[in-house]
């Protein structure tokens, strides 16, 4: 099983290019042409949301670097531990919808301090999977459209990252605990 999932890996992305090139030319579609149309607009998005990008890094790193994670850590961890939601995995919790990059490097170290199959290791890897990168995906997503008010999209989208992690917490309680 093993040695078929690794050849159908190796050869899927070369299948879906032959498939598309062959797709296209059965339509009859000028395909170097669509590629480079496509390879434009994706330049036009790029140049109209770095700003927001920009802004979006800039913001993450204040964050991080004044020492407010710490504080809302502190702020958060009596209400987190009553509910038995470990203080060890709360800044994961709290880094992954801000960055992806900062909330891999935190379930990495999480993992090397208390291992995978430790209820730690497991709720930290949970939370990983459950939720998303809200604060990117938000900026990247209405950047590239001109959206200016995500005040909502934004509330809904956090709410939907506690849920994540308290859902992650149950699954881990219920199925590890």
Avoid: C
Avoid at 34 to 59: C, D
Avoid at 64 to 80: D, H, K, R, W, Y
């Amino acid at each position: 099983m093993s040695l078929a999932i690794q050849g159908l890996s190796r050869w899927a992305i070369p299948m879906l290019l032959l498939g598309i090139t062959t797709l296209g030319l059965s339509k009859r579609v000028s395909i170097y042409e669509s590629f480079v149309e496509g390879a434009q607009e994706g330049w036009r998005s790029a140049v109209r949301i770095l700003p927001y990008l920009v802004g979006m890094l800039v913001a993450i790193q204040v964050f991080e670097q004044s020492g407010a994670l710490g504080q809302l850590i502190n702020f958060l961890s009596p209400v987190t531990q009553w509910l038995g939601f470990p203080r060890e995995v709360l800044p994961l919790a709290l880094m992954r919808p801000i960055s992806g990059s900062g909330s891999l490097a935190i379930l990495s170290q999480t993992l090397d301090t208390f291992g995978p199959d430790s209820f730690i290791g497991r709720l930290a890897a949970t939370v990983m999977g459950s939720s998303e990168t809200t604060l990117y995906v938000l900026t990247v997503y209405a950047g590239s459209v001109g959206l200016k008010r995500t005040r909502h999209t934004l509330a809904a989208s956090l709410l939907s990252d506690v849920a994540g992690a308290l859902g992650a917490l149950y699954i881990v309680l219920r199925y590890f605990g």
